[in-house]
């Protein structure tokens, strides 16, 4: 793994303007940057990411079978008990999963070691299956990146073929806050996919999200959704007025309720307990653990916190050396051992390996010039270079 210099294509903006990727700047500061790339050897995408991202997704799956039957780790994820059923009974329905991220730290030496799952509402999503493949090819056409460049991403077509499989029949909707370029392009680019897997499609704010008498969930027309796709996190749907309705709704949802158990960093205290001295694995556990005295460098990380928000970063001697401010950590903290993010000419890379249905289908590179990856990090493409 190298972080090497490649040179932007000219005009790219306006290419990404023709692409529909009108998020690449936000607030007028840059959010996709092509000035670098990564290059990845085909052994390390293989070995070091693919392969143990299958592995950590089905330890994830384990537990989610273990947990929605056990009241103990259901509260330990600070999951409200009034949502307990509805968890429960949407994984013993078998309802599908759409896509989630991993996000690794990983620097081409040693394995790759899981900082959280994103398995709730990732985004980054257009920019990894669409515009850095874009990317790729244009550079490869122009001689920019080295003849026989590839990349580890397969990740529209899966995501075209996995909602084939799983959309039900009827209006599938896509839900988003509009008002936010990221938000509204993940929605919309979902939207998209599902219109090339067949379905019928329908895209709204989530203020427009309403109720019918019969239990199911529709838009302002009231014709009911077969399924929604809501960019709109669990836990704060299940605090709105429309919560105790989900049990009951005939609706489905992308994602189902019970991936609220894996988009939480408790998840990552009970993976460590599950399988301890897992390769990909740090040692964490729940901030009221004895345990957290054996960490040393540890990093504490709110139970639901997003983008890095409310993150603290402490040395072995429990002085903390970085942080982040946020709205998180009164649902309760973890530790986890700390693995410092690579880094490459000063800047570190995280790397993010999506799940589309149950299998790994590609990655993306978020990379800051601080130890916490947060809503500010660069998005970065990749390759993988030839043998």
């Known amino acids: 793994m190298r972080r090497i210099p490649c040179g932007e294509r000219p005009g790219w903006r306006e290419i990404a303007r023709e692409a529909g990727f009108t998020f690449h700047t936000l607030d007028g500061a840059r959010y996709w940057d092509e000035s670098y790339a990564y290059a990845f050897s085909l052994t390390e995408i293989e070995e070091a990411i693919e392969g143990p991202s299958a592995e950590l997704h089905g330890l994830c799956l384990a ?30 329905r078998g309802d599908p999963s759409l896509y989630g991220r991993l996000d690794l730290s990983y620097g081409g030496t040693g394995p790759a070691k899981l900082l959280e799952y994103n398995a709730d509402t990732p985004t980054a999503l257009y920019e990894s299956a669409v515009f850095q493949w874009l990317w790729l090819e244009q550079g490869l056409r122009d001689g920019r990146l080295p ?47 599902a219109v090339q897997a067949g379905c019928e499609t329908i895209l709204l704010d989530l203020a427009q999200i309403g109720l019918r008498a019969d239990g199911a969930f529709c838009g302002p027309d009231e014709r009911a959704f077969a399924a929604l796709f809501k960019l709109y996190p669990w836990e ?80 072995a001697e429990g002085a903390r050396i970085a942080g982040e401010a946020g709205p998180y950590g009164a649902e309760g903290t973890i530790r986890q051992g700390l693995a410092e993010l690579p880094r490459f000419d000063g800047r570190r890379p995280l790397v993010g390996a999506w799940i589309v249905g149950d299998a790994p289908a590609g990655l993306c590179i978020r990379e800051s010039d601080g130890p916490i990856t947060g809503d500010g990090a660069l998005f970065v493409p990749h390759l993988i270079e030839p043998a």
Not at 154 to 179: C, K, M, Y
């Open 63 to 92: 537990f989610v079978a273990d947990a929605v039957s056990d009241e103990r780790i259901l509260a330990s994820l600070a999951i409200p008990e009034a949502a307990w059923d509805t968890v429960r009974a949407s994984w013993l």
């Open 147 to 193: 003849a026989g460049s590839d990349q580890f991403n397969a990740i529209h077509e899966r995501l075209i073929a996995r909602l084939s499989q799983i959309a039900p029949p009827g209006l599938v909707a896509f839900a988003a806050d509009t008002s936010g370029p990221e938000d509204l392009g993940t929605a919309g680019y979902l939207q998209d996919c």
């Open 236 to 315: 704060w749907a299940f605090q709105d007025a429309f919560g105790p309705a989900v049990a009951a709704a005939p609706t489905r949802f992308l994602e189902p309720p019970w991936k609220m158990v894996l988009s939480n960093k408790g998840l990552l205290a009970h993976l460590w307990a599950r399988e301890p001295g897992h390769p990909n694995l740090l040692p964490a556990y729940f901030e009221d653990d004895p345990a957290c005295a054996s960490l040393g460098a540890c990093v504490r990380k709110p139970l639901l916190s997003r983008e890095g928000a409310n993150v603290e970063i402490f040395s």
